[in-house]
């Protein structure tokens, strides 16, 4: 199975200013068909998880162009050029290249400093 | 308005079974992959099981192969986790998604919990 591993696990981050999280696999993500399945998610407090990137860089209809995606290969990056209280919540990301099974990374939780 | 709504969790001894549902609307659910992910109380989400569009193929996780089985009616835009043998660690918000990054569409339900309990 594919691990996905994140970091950092906790980031405080203050109002406005900029946030990154990594994302790594144990293998490279670059499926058959050319494509790379890197998916993040965002989960705030008490909600069910929301899709905010796929294929490491599209984001879904609804996003704030503040989230952006990139990476290539086992290494990748969701970053928040300045964050916002409703960003607030965990990030995961995901591997849809290698599956079954999917696999998440462990998650990171963002707050506010 | 997409909408997945999840329903038949609840309280049950360790080796008892549970099914769940799924109800979707606004989509047409029967030209969608669909799949089962849980969450455990404070912890991450963990991929259950997944359904092709037909239900034809279905995959599971080693940890529920066996005694979970996911199936679909696209006649009445559901899906369906039977849950067998339940154990301890099979507690968890269980929720239905489509999951399918290839797509710009992806779209959760609400989840519903799970407690394995004596």
């Known amino acids: 199975d594919v691990v996905m591993t994140q970091s950092p696990l906790s980031l405080p981050v203050t109002l406005g200013q900029p946030a990154s999280i990594s994302c790594r696999s144990s293998?490279?993500?670059?499926?058959?068909?050319?494509?790379?399945?890197l998916n993040w998610f965002q989960q705030r407090p008490g909600q069910s998880p929301r899709r905010l990137i796929y294929k490491v860089s599209n984001r879904d209809s609804g996003v704030p162009d503040r989230f952006s995606g990139s990476g290539s290969g086992t290494d990748f990056t969701l970053k928040i050029s300045r964050v916002e209280a409703e960003d607030v919540g965990v990030y995961y990301c995901m591997q849809g290249s290698h599956w079954p099974p999917y696999t998440f990374g462990q998650g990171t939780k963002l707050e506010i400093k | 308005e997409a909408q997945l709504v999840e329903s038949g969790g609840g309280l049950v001894q360790p080796g008892g079974s549970l099914r769940l549902s799924c109800a979707a609307s606004g989509f047409t659910f029967r030209s969608y992959e669909m799949n089962w992910v849980r969450q455990a109380p404070g912890k991450g989400l963990e991929w259950v099981s997944y359904s092709s569009s037909s239900g034809t193929t279905t995959y599971y996780a080693d940890s529920v192969k066996g005694r979970f089985t996911i199936s679909r009616d696209n006649a009445k835009n559901s899906l369906f986790l039977q849950m067998n043998s339940l154990r301890v660690e099979d507690t968890a918000l269980y929720y239905c998604?489509?999951?399918?990054?290839?797509?710009?569409?992806?779209?959760w339900g609400q989840g519903t919990m799970v407690t394995v309990s004596s």
């Open positions: 998604a489509s999951l399918d990054g290839g797509v710009p569409f992806d779209i």
């Open positions: 293998q490279s993500l670059v499926y058959r068909d050319g494509s790379t399945y």
